[in-house]
């Protein structure tokens, strides 16, 4: 079975400027959740998506985007980049919406370098 | 205060020996937590979760968990070089908010 899978994996932008990252779940996963990782503050969740609909969502400012397709493909939109959105985003997919239980697993990331 | 607290070491621990691992947290709702392992360069891996006071063992791994003081922990025996990795522990509240709030880590390196 193909595990979670992420593209582009490596990205460099400039301030001001819009990215779009994808994530494509586990076959059979209905839910994507989204976290950005840096050294300094750790993995911290940006947003949930199951069956299409948006379950959760961290303190991040509404820069920070995203959706989730019919077949749970997911994608995350970040707009007008700032320095500090570089980071390692990662997505991880559940059979099941966060609480009910059901393991996370990890896609390997997009590593995104604004500047 | 952050929500889910970790040493960030490095922690070292010679090979075949016990590795500590602590976490503190601050929602006294939380309910469900987890100690995921993450390679430098890779994805974090789910290795142990635990909902119930006290111990929980799995092969090398036992993960313990004190509601009371809001402490939980993870113990590695016999630690292996291939133990060497950041270990994240994560906390999720089942009371209105669902999301899983990770720690910093704390980087573990296994001494030959």
């Known amino acids: 079975k193909a595990g979670v899978t992420q593209t582009p994996r490596y990205l460099i932008k400039t301030r001001g400027q819009q990215v779009t990252l994808s994530c494509s779940p586990i076959s059979g996963h209905r839910s994507v959740s989204w976290y950005q990782q840096t050294p300094g503050q750790g993995l911290q969740f940006l947003f949930e998506?199951?069956?299409?609909?948006?379950?959760n969502k961290g303190n991040f400012p509404g820069r920070f985007s995203g959706r989730q397709f019919s077949n749970s493909r997911s994608e995350m939109n970040v707009s007008t980049l700032e320095l500090g959105d570089s980071a390692l985003y990662l997505c991880a997919s559940s059979l099941g919406p966060q609480g009910s239980g059901y393991e996370q697993y990890f896609g390997p990331g997009t590593r995104l370098t604004v500047t | 205060q952050k929500e889910v607290e970790q040493n960030s070491g490095p922690l070292s621990v010679p090979e075949g020996a016990i590795a500590s691992l602590n976490c503190t947290y601050s929602?006294?709702?939380?309910?469900?937590f987890f100690w995921y392992r993450q390679y430098s360069g890779k994805s974090p891996e789910l290795i142990m979760f635990i909902y119930s006071n006290g111990d929980k063992e799995d092969g090398r791994f036992t993960a313990q968990l004190n509601k009371a003081s809001q402490y939980v922990s993870l113990l590695i025996r016999d630690s292996q070089p291939s133990d060497s990795a950041t270990y994240l522990c994560?906390?999720?509240?089942?009371?209105?908010?669902?999301?899983?709030?990770f720690g910093t880590g704390t980087r573990l390196t296994i001494i030959p």
């Open positions: 929602d006294r709702g939380s309910q469900s």
């Open positions: 994560a906390v999720k509240s089942n009371f209105g908010n669902e999301k899983l709030t």
């Open positions: 998506y199951f069956s299409e609909t948006q379950r």
